[in-house]
């Protein structure tokens, strides 16, 4: 594990950690110091299995890193810029911000830097599946486990049709993960001209 700063050609090492879900859902990531943001915001969507159809943004210390709009109010940096070498440190976390409705908020650690490595982005751990798009974040997540769970609730005929089909809380594919992750290591790389 290095102690420097990350460079390019390392890998980090992240724990990625959804907030106030009891139990956790979290996911363990090995990822290039040279991803931009942008790049680890797609790697989490496919971690987590979020689909990718709302806002997002990363906050280290007090710096907000999203998609740069020109007619965005608030001051961002632009996400497709900042690598994450550039930004993180071993033991550092930051915050990654996903759908400005529901408020998903992932912690994510910088557990360790390998120098060198394979640059291949993949999942070395995870457990539980991400609550579905639009429940309502974590209390609507909340709500929508105790009503599936209680075959006699009055609401849980209509939840049952609402949530996503088989869906189960403490399932997690790694493999499944891996498989989506690895092709989008290959689009990334295509896009960098590797």
């Known amino acids: 594990m290095r102690a420097?700063?990350?460079?390019?050609?390392d890998v980090l090492e992240l724990h990625v950690t959804l907030r106030d879900i009891n139990p956790p859902v979290w996911r363990a990531?090995?990822?290039?110091?040279?991803?931009?943001?942008?790049?680890?915001?797609?790697?989490?969507?496919?971690?987590?299995?979020?689909?990718?159809?709302?806002?997002h943004e990363f906050v280290v210390g007090d710096i907000p890193?999203?998609?740069?709009?020109?007619?965005?109010?608030?001051?961002?940096?632009?996400?497709?810029?900042?690598?994450?070498?550039?930004?993180?440190?071993?033991?550092?976390?930051?915050?990654?911000?996903y759908d400005f409705g529901d408020d998903w908020e992932h912690?994510?650690?910088i557990?360790?830097?390998?120098?060198?490595?394979?640059?291949?982005?993949?999942?070395i751990g995870g457990a539980r599946t991400c609550p579905p798009e639009d429940c309502g974040g974590p209390?609507?997540?909340?709500?929508?486990?105790?009503?599936?769970?209680?075959?006699?609730?009055?609401?849980?005929?209509?939840?049952?049709?609402?949530?996503?089909?088989?869906?189960?809380a403490e399932r997690f594919d790694l493999a499944a993960v891996n498989k989506k992750l690895a092709a989008l290591s290959k689009r990334l790389a295509r896009r960098q001209g590797k």
């Open 139 to 168: 209390p609507g997540y909340e709500h929508l486990l105790e009503v599936l769970a209680d075959a006699k609730h009055e609401e849980h005929a209509d939840m049952k049709q609402w949530a996503p089909r088989g869906f189960d």
């Open 29 to 55: 990531l090995r990822v290039p110091a040279e991803l931009s943001l942008a790049g680890l915001h797609e790697v989490l969507q496919i971690a987590f299995g979020w689909q990718n159809s709302h806002l």
């Open 65 to 97: 890193f999203g998609m740069h709009e020109a007619e965005d109010e608030r001051l961002t940096v632009d996400e497709r810029a900042a690598p994450l070498g550039a930004v993180a440190r071993a033991g550092c976390e930051l915050l990654y911000r």
């Open 111 to 123: 557990d360790r830097i390998d120098s060198g490595g394979v640059a291949t982005i993949c999942c």
């Open 4 to 9: 420097l700063p990350p460079t390019f050609g």
């Open 107 to 109: 912690d994510v650690r």
